[in-house]
């Protein structure tokens, strides 16, 4: 039985918001680099990118894409972590209060009650012989 169960569903969907924006943040590097290699006519210019815009139209999804599933999944493992630690707790918490504690014992008649304070003398002082 869980006492939280939307925050369980948010973890769960930030892990696959996480995951879909790494798949997404692949294909849409892989679409760039290859997309990217075609001649565009653009108002009747022929263009073409160069090796090195392809590459940073390839890389710049990809890193998106990575820092997004980092952030998303973190954040839905971070939720599921704090979700485990509170019914770890609560748990721990019930066994504590179910267990019966043993060794303190209630005062009987056969335990004697201290009712004044034996004196103590102090050491006698030894002599030193220098």
């Given amino acids: 039985m869980s006492n939280h169960p939307f925050l369980k569903f948010m973890a769960v969907l930030f892990k696959v918001i996480g995951i879909v924006l790494l798949v997404l943040g692949i294909v849409s590097a892989l679409g760039f680099y290859t997309g990217s290699n075609?001649?565009?006519d653009i108002f009747g210019f022929?263009?073409?990118f160069p090796s090195a815009v392809r590459w940073g139209l390839a890389l710049t999804p990809l890193v998106a894409g990575v820092l997004g599933f980092l952030w998303y999944y973190t954040l839905g493992s971070v939720i599921s972590v704090l979700l485990e630690t509170n019914r770890t707790s609560q748990a721990t918490a019930?066994?504590?209060k179910d267990i019966e504690l043993t060794w303190v014992t209630p005062r009987t008649s056969a335990t004697p009650a201290l009712t004044e304070a034996t004196p103590v003398?102090?050491?006698a002082p030894t002599?030193?012989?220098v």
Avoid: D, H, L
């Fill in 121 to 123: 003398a102090p050491p």
């Fill in 46 to 48: 022929r263009f073409t």
């Fill in 94 to 96: 019930k066994s504590i």
């Fill in 127 to 129: 002599e030193t012989v």
């Fill in 38 to 40: 075609n001649t565009f």
